[in-house]
């Protein structure tokens, strides 16, 4: 399938875990790839690695079950760009490789788009849905297939990453109770109080 070393048992993984098979998983799974060949081949330290994603779609997944970076573990970072950008690099250095797909590489066909609105819509016909997958796997397929400098400009990159989260206390709220962060707690009228019940009418 792809020249990386990722096999297409990993796609199938990627698949189980997002739960369907998607051009936007392809995407992701072929970014993920790209990024940890690049990342074999440039980086001599075995430091922690992070994601950013600068979208929240089908692909992260991929990327999380690739790369193992995810958000409980505080290594995968949403920036809510809308872009099918995916950054991987060290937690210390911040030295890594920005994958970012090229135009057109997702556009999908007009029937594609039409049977997409009927979906959305609950207006397809069951024949309909039928198709809808078989073009939606077929495209997938399509871009599990490309040459990855068909699908993204690659290169090189720096970027400054927040410290770790630290472990903090936690206090009761004063209004609800719940213990809640002490850094998290705003302070209303003398009173600590959980963003939660700050934002209750
Ligand atoms: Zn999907
Ligand atoms: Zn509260």
Same mark, same amino acid.
């Given at each position: 399938m792809t020249k990386e070393n990722v096999t297409s048992e990993d796609f199938n993984r990627c698949a189980d875990f997002h739960g369907h098979v998607c051009p936007g998983l392809a995407i992701g799974? %072929?970014?993920?790839?790209?990024? @940890?060949?690049? @990342? %074999?081949?440039n980086r001599s330290v075995d430091e922690e690695l992070v994601a950013i994603v600068e979208n929240n779609a089908c692909g992260v997944d991929a990327v999380q079950v690739l790369t193992g970076c995810t958000f409980g573990k505080g290594n995968l970072i949403h920036k809510d760009h809308g872009k099918q950008v995916f950054t991987f690099i060290g937690r210390d250095s911040g030295a890594g490789v920005r994958v970012a797909m090229k135009p057109g590489v997702i556009e999908l066909s007009e029937r594609h788009r039409e049977l997409v609105k009927k979906i959305r819509e609950e207006s397809a016909t069951e024949d309909e849905r039928k198709e809808f997958w078989d073009i939606h796997r077929q495209k997938s397929q399509e871009i599990l297939g490309k040459p990855v400098e068909d699908l993204f400009a690659i290169r090189s990159t720096n970027a400054t990453l927040p410290g770790k989260a630290m472990i903090e206390p936690s206090i009761a709220c004063d209004q609800c109770g719940e213990p809640t962060m002490v850094s998290k707690l705003i302070d209303l009228d003398g009173r600590n109080v959980c963003k939660e019940c700050l934002d209750k009418p």
């Open positions: 799974f %072929r970014a993920a790839g790209a990024g @940890l060949e690049w @990342l %074999r081949e």
